[in-house]
């Protein structure tokens, strides 16, 4: 049996055992795609790759000329190598990722380095949701995750400028909160606010008794309509507020507000693109595979929905007409949510078709 879980350090493995895999590897792999899995003599998954060429791959590891390199340290710490074939380079590539995300195996570091490079705004769960940007969203925690987006800085500054629009809270998560309901149901006195952000009128106050739950909840709505494309309301606010202090020849605090209104914009902007991108990566998806094995993939805002042969005879190529029409549902409304179970796939199937720009001539729209 084969597990994910970490182990205490143990001896590097000795260089009779790996004489022995290499010999497997020489032996039974073949030369074509698939994946393979380096396992501990406890039977520990250490390391979960891919290849176009399986047994190139795996001969490579035992040519690693110096002991620090990570090929290297992989196989010292491995007792036995594992290895499936699959019908193409691209199902290797899925394959791998829901090993990887079911192993969790050690040595896959390089992967989650990869998916540090975005950031999501993540909307947390339980009393008082607050935004926050995150980095290499893992899709563990709980919450609702928009992107991925590059320049969390900018990102970072926007949900700055979300928040005090719509006077939401942006402190410690862990935070207590009473809700102006909730002390009267306890009879408890209001808290003296310590925020500054509730005393200059920027966050409804939830921590001190200054807003009810149900008119925070109604906020958050409204960052999420907005987070969603659905709704202007905190551009229009803003706007309207930059417009009035004009009029009232306020021009240095209409600045201000003109300002934050840019910064609104571009993260608006930045959504628009977004949803395109993720809408635009939703096709039928053909890929020749080895000695015939093709492999037609219905994918949908970047995620594998379903994985058929391709069709051979009429009676195939009626079901899967039925298949497409059930995922493609078109009612679906374009969004910049992103299911956290669907994260990692979205940036791999992204990035698979930014590597190879060809492919998006085996795929077919939907209309
Ligand atoms: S006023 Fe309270 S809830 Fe709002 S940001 Fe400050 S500490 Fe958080």
Redesign the pocket.
Known sequence: MIRGTPRAKKQPTSDAQLAVMRTNVRETAADRPGVYRMLSSEGEVLYVGKSKRVRSRLMSYFRCEYPEDKGARILRSAESIEWDYTPSEFAALLQELRLIKRFRPRYNVAMMRDARHYSFIKLTKGT?PKMLVVRGASGEEAGIYYGPFVGAQRVGEAIRELNDALML???RTD?K?FYSDQVELFQLSPRT??????EISK??????G?CSAAQYDERVLLARAFLEGSDDGPINMLRGEMERLSAELEFERAAVYRDKLERLEALRAQFGRLRFAVENLSFVYTVPGHEGEDRVYLIRKGVVRAEVRKPKSSKDRRSMKQLVEDIFSPDDKPTAQVPTHEIDELLLLSSWFRRFPKEMKRTKQVS
């Open positions: 008082a809270r942006d402190c935070m909160m606010p310590g925020c500054i952000r509730h966050c409804l106050g939830p921590c001190v200054g």
